[in-house]
């Protein structure tokens, strides 16, 4: 990749797990009965067809990694766990009152925080309350992620005889140096003694994280990592570049300096070098910074144009309606977003007064579904296209616009009525997304917002 298209293209943007992103929904026009009144229309739309997902944040971690984006609670202080899951219980027994039959679910992830800072016990609480107003689907999907220095053996067999079948790893980096730098001390003994005990239980689906760009993070120590990670063989993987926004979350990422950290073309050499270790070991590139053997189920719906995009990343299956349970959660109806509060206090406040702690949102607009999709498209399969009329909008001469320079570049092959992304283009599918992203054209930030694109 040269320079000239990294220093060119290399500017802030969104990650698009969702659009309108965060920073451009519509707050004020957002209110409490627009947002049941799409819950129960997606609801009745989908649940008997596809069913639903939960995503269930778990915020406490009993230490600060330095590279981490998101929300979370710092304590060692395990009393916690048990009032916080009956918070989430009573948010979910608000949910279950708006619909009209007994809710499928398809999928569960347990984010966080750290998922496994709660007892294995605790956890079994959680998933045997959520499923006393609820049914599984045929084809589940249920994941946890969870933290390498504190899953148990105990933890895997839980969560394997509630019907999780995934788990992923949060390994980062093995270097020294940076893992002191990030605050994320973790030796490789321990990645593999969780992921032993995993594949020993049944796990069909074991997943490891890792993070390009980090302080200090020089090419062989990527290439140390991927192949430090082979010897375990994952069956998936997540290959993240690091996301540096110290403007958004504080203290946490100002533990460095930003000379500390590789830049530009320098930065994108780890991803380049890093992704075809990657293909020389068989994994496979699956959307934006994914990787999947052949056996995984996030191969095969790639394979199948199944892959789907949402605020726990890509997934192997589509649903129309997400629940986000717990604090600072994002739920999706397809016709609108919701947020919940972000501070535990707030939460629990709410939650008081309220069954649905929600506190901000947007209502999707006809144009913004359009938009959508095409984004979606874009992110899941590296094309998209406008030939059927209900996916044209008025401003597509202005996206035509943005898009033909990205075409000069060699970024994507532009049709009468379809654009698709070549390989030079897909480390810029972001950027190309942009081009789509209506709101962004019509008013451009005027502070940072995002993370850079490459």
């Not at 739309?45 to 944040?57: F, P, Q, T």
């Not at 090419?219 to 570049?241: C, G, M």
């Not at 600072?328 to 309220?354: C, G, P, T, V």
Request: glycine share 6%.
């Amino acid at each position: 990749m040269s320079l000239s298209l990294i220093q060119k293209y290399n500017i802030p943007g969104p990650r698009y797990t969702s659009y309108p992103t965060v920073p451009y929904w519509h707050d004020a026009l957002f209110h409490e009965d627009a947002w049941k009144a799409s819950i129960t229309r997606s609801f009745n739309e989908s649940n008997a067809s596809e069913g639903i997902s939960l995503y269930i944040h778990l915020p406490f971690c009993e230490s600060l990694c330095t590279f981490c984006g998101c929300n979370k609670r710092i304590t060692k202080r395990h009393e916690v766990e048990h009032p916080y899951i009956q918070a989430v219980l009573k948010e979910w027994n608000g949910y279950c009152d708006l619909f009209a039959s007994s809710p499928i679910i398809k999928e569960i992830h347990l984010g966080g925080g750290t998922p496994t800072f709660f007892s294995p016990e605790n956890l079994e609480i959680l998933i045997h309350g959520i499923f006393e107003r609820a049914t599984r689907a045929a084809a589940y999907e249920f994941s946890f992620e969870g933290h390498p220095n504190n899953t148990s053996k105990q933890h895997l067999q839980t969560l394997y005889d509630l019907g999780f079948r995934r788990v992923s790893f949060g390994v980062q980096d093995y270097a020294k140096n940076v893992q002191e730098a990030i605050h994320r001390i973790q030796p490789f003994h321990n990645v593999a003694k969780v992921t032993y005990w995993a594949k020993e239980i049944g796990y069909t689906s074991i997943g490891h994280d890792l993070i390009f760009g980090l302080p200090f993070q020089t090419l062989d120590n990527v290439l140390d990592t991927i192949n430090k990670t082979n010897s375990l063989q994952p069956d998936r993987l997540a290959f993240y570049s690091y996301a540096h926004i110290p403007w958004i979350k504080g203290n946490g990422q100002r533990g460095f300096n930003d000379n500390d950290l590789p830049r530009d073309h320098e930065k994108r050499q780890l991803y380049e070098e890093g992704k075809k270790l990657l293909a020389n070991n068989g994994y496979h590139e699956i959307g934006m910074d994914h990787f999947a053997l052949a056996n995984d189920s996030l191969f095969t719906s790639a394979q199948q144009g199944k892959l789907h995009r949402n605020f726990m990343g890509y997934t192997a299956s589509k649903t129309q309606l997400m629940i986000g349970l717990g604090v600072s959660s994002i739920s999706d109806s397809w016709y609108a977003f919701a947020q919940n509060e972000k501070s535990i206090e707030d939460y629990y406040a709410r939650l008081a007064i309220n069954p649905l702690p929600v506190y901000r949102g947007h209502l999707l607009s006809a144009e913004d579904i359009i938009i959508r999709k095409h984004i979606l498209n874009l992110m899941c399969h590296f094309k998209t296209s406008w030939e059927d009329p209900s996916l044209q909008f008025s401003e597509l001469p202005i996206v035509l616009e943005h898009l033909y320079e990205l075409e000069q570049d060699g970024l994507l092959l532009l049709a009468a009525n379809s654009i698709s992304i070549t390989e030079k283009g897909k480390p810029f599918v972001r950027n190309i997304c942009m081009a789509f992203d209506l709101h962004l054209i019509r008013k451009i930030p005027e502070t940072r917002l995002f993370s850079l694109t490459v």
